[in-house]
């Protein structure tokens, strides 16, 4: 028997109380938006201001280069009003809906948004803890979820929150659960940031094996534009929404988001015979290079694996395997990518075709490119392949934990006269 079931055994043996939310904590406070209380990114700016962004769950709260600041007076207006202490929790209320954090110490250079509730729980009943991994479970979700407000942009009230309810076991019990799960979040934390560092080290090998410097090193490539290296370059087209064989059917319909430094095996259904006899779908073969032009994609890049078509804000590459390696290619837009992004316009940095089929691009022999491939692929693997090597592995660690978070979170209900020891 575990320490966990002979506590449950000796201190709950008859079943857990289920309180509301409401009857376990001290207040569900609320933040402040700027409107006439006070702007943000002021000149003299002391602090910044907390949204869902900033939410970082157990870790507490994390600034951003695009955070907003703020100054002294705006923290006091905030801290009026959220109060927020160590061991609240910050729930958010708008949009993505319980998004977390754990409030790690008293704040003194940031404040909340009006999306954001600060729950502050009564000690003597819950662990702060405790009631983070309770609202960060699916059980709760169920729970809150069946009160949202708003058809498109999701809302909880105050008063919907405060009633869900919440196994509320000996502390004790609530004090073995956490010790478990902060086992599970560390051990994800640890893989984690194991494939931070994998990912700076392939950024690293991959600069150095694509660097060739175009005056000091002729004599080992040859410098041709994207055009020269393409059999093909074509681009698609969006479908009327009543074409039932893109929406759903049997076209794969590959759209910018779905272009992100990935292999796009599948856009929400694999290819069929069906779909490969349409001849008026703007097919591009497999293989291609897919570079975004438009949209928070632009300059990313994707490899199709499967013949698929596109939207008109993807530039296809046809790469012409006697000139270069399709891979090898990928690999050098994929490196580029900020330089790609630089040359687009607008407020998303669009790029036209134009730019992309004039762009640079090194082209050793094709057996220096293979070699180059061959070294990526392996650090590919690891650090970006999501069927095998470290993502994999989080992506395991992460359903274990959720799994066991939802197991260990869930108690026999006590009935109504049952006493405890």
Known sequence: MSKL????????????????????????????????????????A????????????????????????????????????ANIEKGDILFSNTGTVG?????????????????????????????????????????????????????????VTQAALLSIKVPVPPLEVQNEIVQILDNFAELTAELTAELSNRKKQYEYYRD?????????????????TLADVCMKISSGGTPNRSRSDYYGGSIPWVRTQEVDFCDIEDVEMSITDEGLKNSSAKWIPENCVIVAMYGATAGKSAINKIPVTTNQACCNLQVNEEIAMYKYVYYWVCREYENLKALGQGSQNNINAGVIKSYKIPIPSLEHQKYIVDML????????????????????REKQYAYYRDKLLSFKEQKVGAINA
């Open 46 to 81: 002391s602090g910044f201001y907390v949204t869902v962004r900033e939410l970082n769950g157990l870790k507490g709260v994390k600034r951003y280069e695009k955070t907003d600041t703020i100054n002294d007076e705006a923290i006091a207006i905030i801290g009026a009003r």
């Open 5 to 44: 079931e002979e506590l449950i055994k000796e201190k709950c043996p008859n079943g857990v109380k289920c309180l509301s939310l409401a009857e376990i904590v001290r207040a569900v406070n609320i933040g402040i938006n700027p409107r006439r209380f006070f702007k943000l990114n002021p000149d003299n």
């Open 377 to 396: 692929d392996r650090f590919n693997v690891l650090t970006n392949d999501i069927s095998e090597g470290l993502p994999a592995e989080i992506e395991a």
């Open 99 to 155: 998004k977390l954090a754990l409030v790690l110490e008293d704040p003194k250079n940031w404040g909340v948004n009006e999306g954001i509730y600060v729950i502050k729980p009564k000690f003597d009943m819950v662990l702060s803890k405790f009631l983070y991994y309770y609202l960060d479970s699916d059980i709760a979700y169920k729970d809150y979820s069946s009160k949202f407000t708003g058809s498109t942009l999701k809302h």
């Open 208 to 224: 150095l094996l694509l660097n060739f410097d175009e005056n000091e090193q002729r004599e080992r490539v040859e410098w041709f």
